[in-house]
């Protein structure tokens, strides 16, 4: 067996992990190698977050979807970025938007002209300088690459859209490619004795699936990676805290908004995210601060129209496995761990780490040293994901409720703090290379939630009085310019992708 191909796959699981990981595969993959997917219709999928990142375009497009027709077949809209209502104080908000505010100039990124403007006496706001905040909150979208002939890029966009309809949509791509997905719930998984690898699973109709690598789409369950082989997980809720969510949809309410809302609650949070034909909801919140009953009634008494059904109660620990790539076994999605879907990073990780196995892909001796690069990289990616979560909570001024002086008073980890100290003093960012979030991203959340730093850099001061002022006004002309030859969201869906399952 020893560097011999791999020659079958075995996916245990649908929804959006397993059909990522089909359709992704069957493109990518010699079609020699057989790929079959598990799945029993009697199992739900968790389907916490309808809401992406710009990212999940490039997925997209490797596999050659049409985005239109996309779009039409997920009830999608489209999102230029995530509010955030009441987490740095009570009546704040601001929006993490998927662009960079103002222009980026000689090397120097906006943020330092912007503070030295404000050490002269300029009241403007950091988002005064956004084009994808002034679109946002025009309600408007269209599909914009670049503004004029300016060195300002146009809207960096992802989308809101229903999981379950976009894991079927994948599902006929992956179908129409070879993969075979199989009916049954698994209720055996048998190892090689030997070598203690997965060699089989066993379905509850009698019929056994044999194959070379397994990848685990089991859910917060982890069949394969943590009850079968036996792989811990590392618990970060010292750190996030939230640990259960109730989430429902309710009738869709207008304006059709081409943002998420996250806004802060006593002991959590709760998300809005527009789709075409409904709304989806959620509370995250923390057990230990909160009841249930509470939790329920704050969820409820917040939605902007009827409810769809009941909300639905989710429990979960947030954090990782300690190995996300064990023998021939791969865990993608909840299988592989838990951050909360407050920057809608989920799928995210289910792309990126797809795009590592494909890059680090084995033979059948399973090579120590790409499995161990694998899990070096795929840990290396939730730690800096977690990290910028844990920003949200930590940098607030709330005392209101024991949640948020709990927050505002835990210690974090020293990558994090040493970030935070790093921006204090005059606004510098240390960018980590394999880090998801962009430095204008840290900025918007530091800046929007208080974090405000004491100087600049020094390269800021190249321009005179003049220039800064001149620069400053040219940006918002080409902001002002580029967002009044927009249409409004909800008419660019009409005439270009509106779904027909209203």
Same mark, same amino acid.
């Given at each position: 067996?020893?560097?011999?191909?791999?020659?079958?796959?075995?996916?245990?699981?649908?929804?959006?992990?397993?059909?990522?990981?089909?359709?992704?595969?069957?493109?990518?993959?010699?079609?020699?190698?057989?790929?079959?997917?598990?799945?029993?219709?009697?199992?739900?999928?968790?389907?916490?977050?309808?809401?992406?990142?710009?990212?999940?375009?490039?997925?997209?497009?490797?596999?050659?979807?049409?985005?239109?027709?996309?779009?039409?077949?997920?009830?999608?809209?489209?999102?230029?970025?995530?509010?955030?209502?009441?987490?740095?104080?009570?009546?704040?908000?601001?929006?993490?938007?998927?662009?960079?505010?103002?222009?980026?100039?000689?090397?120097?990124?906006?943020?330092?002209?912007?503070?030295?403007?404000?050490?002269?006496?300029?009241?403007?706001?950091?988002?005064?300088?956004?084009?994808?905040?002034?679109?946002?909150?025009?309600?408007?979208? *269209?599909?914009?690459? =670049? $503004?004029?002939?300016? %060195?300002?890029? @146009? #809207?960096?966009?992802?989308?809101?859209? &229903?999981? !379950?309809?976009?894991?079927?949509?994948?599902?006929?791509?992956?179908?129409?490619?070879?993969?075979?997905?199989?009916? *049954?719930?698994?209720? =055996? $998984?048998?190892?090689? %004795?030997?070598? @203690? #690898?997965?060699?089989?699973?066993?379905? &509850?109709? !009698?019929?056994?699936?044999?194959?070379?690598?397994?990848?685990?789409?089991?859910?917060?369950?982890?069949?394969?990676? *943590?009850?079968?082989?036996? $792989?811990?997980?590392?618990?970060?809720?010292?750190?996030?805290?939230?640990?259960?969510?109730?989430?429902?949809?309710?009738?869709?309410?207008?304006?059709?908004?081409?943002?998420?809302?996250?806004?802060?609650?006593?002991? *959590?949070?709760?998300?809005?995210?527009?789709?075409?034909?409904?709304?989806?909801?959620?509370?995250?919140?923390?057990?230990?601060?909160?009841?249930?009953?509470?939790?329920?009634?704050?969820?409820?008494?917040?939605?902007?129209?009827?409810?769809?059904?009941?909300?639905?109660?989710?429990?979960?620990?947030?954090?990782?496995?300690?190995?996300?790539?064990?023998?021939?076994?791969?865990?993608?999605?909840?299988?592989?761990?838990?951050?909360?879907?407050?920057?809608?990073?989920?799928?995210?990780?289910?792309?990126?780490?797809?795009?590592?196995?494909?890059?680090?892909?084995?033979?059948?001796?399973?090579?120590?040293?790409?499995?161990?690069?694998?899990?070096?990289?795929?840990?290396?990616?939730?730690?800096?994901?977690?990290?910028?979560?844990?920003?949200?909570?930590?940098?607030?001024?709330?005392?209101?409720?024991?949640?948020?002086?709990?927050?505002?008073?835990?210690?974090?980890?020293?990558?994090?703090?040493?970030?935070?100290?790093?921006?204090?003093?005059?606004?510098?960012?240390?960018?980590?290379?394999?880090?998801?979030?962009?430095?204008?991203?840290?900025?918007?959340?530091?800046?929007?939630?208080?974090?405000?730093?004491?100087?600049?850099?020094?390269?800021?001061?190249?321009?005179?009085?003049?220039?800064?002022?001149?620069?400053?006004?040219?940006?918002?002309?080409?902001?002002?310019?580029?967002?009044?030859?927009?249409?409004?969201?909800?008419?660019?869906?009409?005439?270009?992708?509106?779904?027909?399952?209203?």
């Amino acid at each position: 067996m020893q560097h011999e191909p791999i020659r079958s796959i075995v996916i245990v699981g649908g929804g959006t992990a397993g059909w990522i990981a089909a359709s992704a595969l069957s493109k990518f993959l010699p079609k020699s190698i057989r790929i079959t997917l598990v799945e029993s219709e009697a199992i739900g999928t968790v389907g916490v977050g309808e809401a992406t990142i710009p990212q999940i375009r490039r997925l997209n497009a490797s596999l050659g979807l049409d985005e239109d027709a996309f779009i039409r077949a997920t009830q999608a809209s489209f999102k230029l970025g995530i509010e955030f209502v009441n987490w740095g104080q009570i009546g704040d908000h601001y929006l993490h938007t998927f662009g960079d505010p103002g222009i980026n100039l000689a090397n120097l990124h906006f943020h330092h002209y912007w503070l030295r403007a404000r050490a002269e006496g300029s009241t403007a706001s950091l988002w005064d300088f956004s084009l994808h905040h002034k679109v946002a909150y025009a309600n408007k979208f *269209g599909r914009l690459d =670049r $503004v004029g002939n300016s %060195s300002m890029t @146009g #809207l960096a966009y992802a989308f809101h859209f &229903d999981a !379950g309809l976009y894991a079927a949509f994948l599902r006929r791509v992956a179908e129409a490619a070879g993969v075979t997905r199989v009916e *049954g719930k698994i209720e =055996r $998984v048998i190892l090689d %004795s030997e070598a @203690g #690898l997965i060699g089989s699973v066993a379905l &509850d109709r !009698g019929e056994v699936i044999e194959g070379d690598l397994f990848i685990d789409c089991s859910g917060f369950r982890g069949m394969l990676i *943590g009850e079968a082989l036996g $792989v811990g997980y590392r618990d970060w809720s010292k750190w996030l805290p939230c640990n259960r969510a109730l989430a429902v949809a309710c009738e869709r309410a207008d304006p059709l908004l081409p943002y998420t809302r996250a806004t802060a609650r006593d002991a *959590g949070w709760q998300w809005r995210i527009p789709l075409q034909h409904r709304t989806g909801n959620g509370h995250v919140f923390c057990d230990s601060f909160i009841a249930e009953d509470d939790a329920h009634r704050t969820l409820v008494e917040n939605l902007d129209g009827a409810m769809l059904g009941e909300p639905r109660p989710l429990r979960f620990t947030t954090g990782c496995r300690e190995k996300f790539w064990y023998k021939n076994c791969i865990s993608l999605g909840l299988a592989s761990g838990f951050l909360e879907p407050l920057e809608s990073t989920s799928i995210h990780l289910i792309q990126s780490n797809i795009s590592r196995l494909i890059e680090l892909f084995p033979t059948r001796a399973f090579e120590p040293a790409a499995i161990a690069e694998y899990n070096r990289r795929v840990g290396h990616e939730f730690e800096l994901i977690r990290d910028f979560l844990i920003l949200h909570y930590h940098q607030t001024s709330r005392g209101d409720s024991e949640f948020w002086r709990y927050c505002a008073n835990m210690e974090i980890p020293d990558s994090l703090a040493a970030k935070m100290e790093l921006f204090r003093g005059n606004g510098l960012l240390h960018k980590d290379a394999e880090d998801l979030f962009r430095e204008s991203s840290w900025v918007q959340v530091m800046v929007g939630q208080g974090l405000q730093p004491a100087g600049y850099h020094a390269m800021a001061d190249r321009l005179s009085t003049e220039q800064l002022a001149g620069f400053l006004k040219d940006v918002r002309s080409l902001i002002d310019r580029a967002e009044a030859s927009l249409p409004g969201h909800a008419e660019f869906i009409e005439a270009h992708c509106r779904s027909d399952r209203q």
